[in-house]
């Protein structure tokens, strides 16, 4: 079912947007390595930080700790992890850091002592995403790769399989269901045809693995969850074979061959109970909203999607457009419906973390008209209405992923706090930006790091 088109060689991408002199991808420019672990105390802030934020804003990304033995086709999803925290406590930006997560490439460049814990899987790109697990924070990437659970301040305490009850791997985009305070996860390994669907007790233990034949070796970054299911979203991207053999560090490849479908796994159930529901077409996603059970049975996935991804090879993720659609899965028909919500390009689809797999109504993106140079603006979309507000962060400004926090005591969703980490062009410095979600256009803090911060991925509020 999996067509293996490795062989295609002509990338369709306007590399000279990208290259550096020396012709490298996704090494110059703010894509490139900090190479200093830097801790800096009393930030610099413009405005006023909330007096009640008090925890972390911590987001990772891509860092290599070594020179690549081949930079032009470097890919940016490949290299060790970087972290960067900013700790914030009564108004005050008490710190920044950054710290190499301490997968074995970098504690052997370092020459430090290998964490502890398990030695299964591999552990050298833990840098896709940073959660809070139970009662810990882990830095978790896909595909077989150890979660690393985190100390306070970002350095890497050890591997975990969480007390060895993981399945064969862990995802770096889990969801945890509010109202349980479990953490659901559909996972996979480039080697095998199926996922594992995973459910982590609010102890840091998983308590249930559900095995899922996949036909052919699938790429799955991200899931849905809604109250009666978790989604398996099998898409068509797949590990091309051909291409690993020929040498390419992350053999992933577009192939619409493939097909594209929605998998509805009752939360308790098994994998004979999977409903799937068909695409039409085969668009590509990466990355979802949030999704909830609609009365009519039917489930509903706000998503942010790709016309096709990974077309010729797998150096550039994103430099195709995505917008938010709408699919509906009807369990009744077995198939899904799309519907355009909002034409902006956009990625990185955020919203109330308390509303998780229910009806909801505010999205929160990244935009820019020009994606391939960079994010330029934050995107409130309002479900309900159908209407978004755009706000960008000014001349050369970059951002990346924007989180949301609620506002200390409100259960409202929307009252809260927007907070992105924003490179400045122009000075290759970062802030953070602080906005509360009802007033987009007035920042309420600016607080200046005095590093700059690569592109990267994702990130989480770890409050206090
Ligand atoms: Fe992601």
């Known amino acids: 079912m999996t067509l293996d088109n490795a062989e295609a060689t002509e990338p369709r991408r306007d590399d000279s947007l990208y290259l550096s002199r020396d012709g490298s991808l996704y090494l110059s420019g703010n894509y490139a390595p900090v190479l200093e672990e830097v801790t800096a105390y009393d930030l610099s802030v413009d405005g006023k930080i909330p007096a009640e934020l008090s925890g972390r804003l911590i987001r990772v990304g891509p860092n290599p700790i070594a020179p690549v033995d081949d930079p032009v086709n470097h890919n940016w999803l490949t290299g060790a992890g970087m972290l960067h925290g900013v700790r914030l406590r009564d108004g005050k930006a008490e710190w920044y850091r950054n710290r190499f997560v301490r997968g074995t490439d970098v504690q052997m460049a370092l020459g430090e002592p290998a964490p502890p814990g398990p ?263 309002d479900v309900k209405r159908g209407t978004s507000e755009r706000v960008d962060y000014g001349h050369g400004m970059l951002t990346m992923e924007t989180v949301f926090v609620p506002s200390a005591g409100s259960s409202a969703e929307d009252d809260g706090w927007l907070m992105a980490y924003v490179h400045d062009a122009t000075t290759e410095r970062c802030d953070v930006v602080i906005r509360h979600a009802q007033d987009l256009a007035n920042p309420v803090a600016t607080i200046h790091l005095p590093t700059r911060v690569p592109f990267g991925f994702h990130g989480s509020w770890i409050a206090d």
């Open 119 to 381: 030695t299964r899987g591999y552990d050298a790109a833990n840098n896709t995403h940073v959660l809070k697990i139970g009662k810990g924070t882990y830095a978790l990437t896909e595909a077989g790769c150890l979660p690393m659970l985190l100390s306070y301040d970002l350095m890497t305490e050890a591997r975990s399989d969480f007390g060895g009850t993981m399945g064969d791997a862990f995802t770096a985009h889990p969801r945890v269901d509010p109202l349980t305070g479990e953490t659901h996860a559909i996972t996979y390994t480039p080697s095998q045809e199926k996922v594992q669907y995973q459910v982590v007790t609010t102890e840091g233990r998983v308590r249930r693995i559900v095995d899922v034949p996949l036909p052919g070796h699938v790429m799955v970054h991200d899931m849905c969850l809604t109250q009666k299911y978790a989604v398996i979203l099998d898409m068509p991207v797949t590990f091309s074979q051909l291409a690993a053999m020929s040498g390419d560090p992350l053999p992933l490849r577009w192939t619409p061959d493939h097909g594209c479908r929605v998998g509805l796994l009752p939360r308790e159930g098994t994998a004979e109970d999977v409903v799937w529901c068909e695409l039409p077409g085969t668009p590509f996603v990466f990355h979802t909203g949030n999704a909830y059970d609609a009365a009519d049975g039917t489930v509903v996935m706000d998503v942010v999607r790709y016309e096709s991804m990974y077309y010729t090879n797998s150096l550039s993720a994103f430099e195709d457009e995505a917008r938010l659609y709408r699919w509906t899965a009807d369990p009744a028909t077995g198939k899904v419906t799309e519907q355009l919500l909002d034409d902006h390009a956009q990625e990185f689809p955020r919203y109330d973390d308390r509303v998780t797999g229910q009806d909801y109504r505010y999205s929160y993106t990244v935009t820019s008209d020009d994606v391939p140079k960079g994010f330029t603006g934050l995107l409130k979309y």
